[in-house]
């Protein structure tokens, strides 16, 4: 394990910039409260663990954002797993301008960024443009997803 930031249901500013991990992973789980931040830009995250970013169990509190921004992530199966992740009320992701890449190219299941349950609420969005992916799939949405009065999924 790299580095793991568990929630607890207040406010929180995370910030990784200009950051090199070569072993681990960055694991966020629990809830992160209103207003919080989670900024991850222009870093290189390279692990040999399944995953180099991984939420596990998360809901983002109204108006909180994650913003995956200008990094070079590379994970052995996923470079980004959304385990399962809730946006409520104005929150959003963002992932934007990143090379996402995986090692493993001899399976159907490596996925530059895998969604396996997310939940864009009310005024929430989800948004992934100008990424450069190098995996078996690009963007997966593997299991549930689901979008409610004026929630926005744009890729």
């Known amino acids: 394990m790299g580095l793991s930031i568990k929630g607890s249901g207040t406010r929180v500013h995370v ?5 090199m991990l070569y ?6 789980e629990g809830h992160f409260g209103v207003s919080s931040q989670i900024l991850v830009a222009g870093s290189t995250l390279v692990t040999t663990s399944s ?5 596990l169990r998360s809901t983002f509190g109204e108006n909180t954002k994650l913003l995956l921004l200008d990094n070079y992530i ?14 409520v009320d104005g ?15 001899d399976d159907k ?23 450069t992916m ?6 997966y949405l593997f299991e549930v997803t689901t979008l409610r009065s004026a929630g926005l999924l744009r890729v």
């Open 109 to 131: 299941s490596p996925s530059a960024l895998l969604v396996e349950t997310v939940d864009v609420g009310k005024g929430s969005y989800f948004d992934v443009e100008n990424n």
């Open 51 to 55: 995953s180099a970013i991984h939420f």
């Open 91 to 105: 929150g959003g992701i963002i992932v934007k301008g990143n090379t996402l890449r995986t090692k493993k190219k």
């Open 15 to 19: 910030s990784v910039t200009s950051s």
């Open 134 to 139: 190098s995996a078996v799939n690009g963007i």
């Open 23 to 28: 072993s681990g992973d960055l694991e966020f």
């Open 74 to 87: 590379e994970g052995d199966i996923y470079a980004v797993y959304l385990s399962v992740v809730a946006l």
